[in-house]
């Protein structure tokens, strides 16, 4: 499917695997609305893919576990955008611990950011792809929304669930030809895993964001007659 001068909003822009879909969707000649909780992560990214690949950047700092942030910002921004052709859900957070033992705000924090952050984005860009009947919806998920590991507990919850989520939306909205995506990758070399621990390992071997960001942009190629679920992808073993 031919891509240039579509529009994407992407969550969760200025770093790892936003940043990454972002330069590999501007290659592509689309047009971004980038999302992060800080505009000094997005601004001197946005002066590079408007110098480089002469596409229009607008930004919105949001933070997506916000409802009302959310409300406000996302239809403005798909409104400077002229229209919401692709939804990449990418903006997550992770902290680990043993149920008994983890701070309850902590598995809070975790599920309205990964899972009502989803949802909020989600719900308010979407009238603007049932509006025009088209568009594209790909959610971040992970291979620990397929199955649960020790000390995971919420951040598997919330994977578990965006999920169940994207199964349910993909039946809603596919008559509207809007398709929806989940993306299962495993531990992607990014600050977000090195920050909450995970052992990264060899870089050599390791997934990096690019690596999803291919995923991402060979899932959106895909005729939109074509309806996938779930696609995943996993890194060798790094050790």
């Known amino acids: 499917m031919e891509l240039k001068n579509q529009t994407a909003i992407i969550t969760g822009a200025g770093k790892g695997i936003g940043k990454a879909a972002a330069i590999t969707l501007a290659k592509e000649g689309v047009h971004l609305g980038l999302v992060a909780r800080s505009l000094s992560d997005l601004q001197s990214l946005q002066t590079e893919l408007t110098g480089n690949y002469g596409i229009r950047v607008e930004l919105a700092a949001v933070d997506i576990s916000s409802r009302s ?17 692709i939804l990449i859900n990418n903006a997550g957070i992770a902290m680990f611990g043993k149920l008994a ?26 009238p603007v792809m049932l509006n025009q ?26 994977k578990h669930a965006v999920l169940g989520l994207t199964e349910a939306l993909l039946q809603e909205v596919r008559k509207s030809n809007i398709r929806v995506t989940a993306l299962t990758p495993s531990t992607v070399n990014t600050e977000l895993a090195v920050n909450a621990g995970l052992p990264v390992g060899d870089e050599d071997r390791m997934m990096q964001p ?9 899932a959106l190629k895909l005729p939109q007659r074509v309806f996938i679920k779930t696609a995943g992808i996993w890194t060798t073993n790094p050790q």
């Open 69 to 85: 942030d959310v409300d406000r910002e996302l239809p403005a921004l798909a409104d400077r955008l002229g229209s919401a052709d």
């Open 210 to 218: 690019e690596d999803v960001a291919e995923l991402i942009l060979a």
């Open 133 to 158: 009947s088209r568009g594209s919806i790909i959610n971040i998920a992970s291979t620990a929304g397929e199955r649960g590991f020790a000390t995971g507990s919420a951040y598997c919850a919330s």
């Open 101 to 126: 033992e983890m701070d309850p705000e902590e598995w809070e924090q975790i599920i309205r950011t990964n899972l009502m952050g989803t949802y909020y984005v989600t719900r308010a860009v979407l």
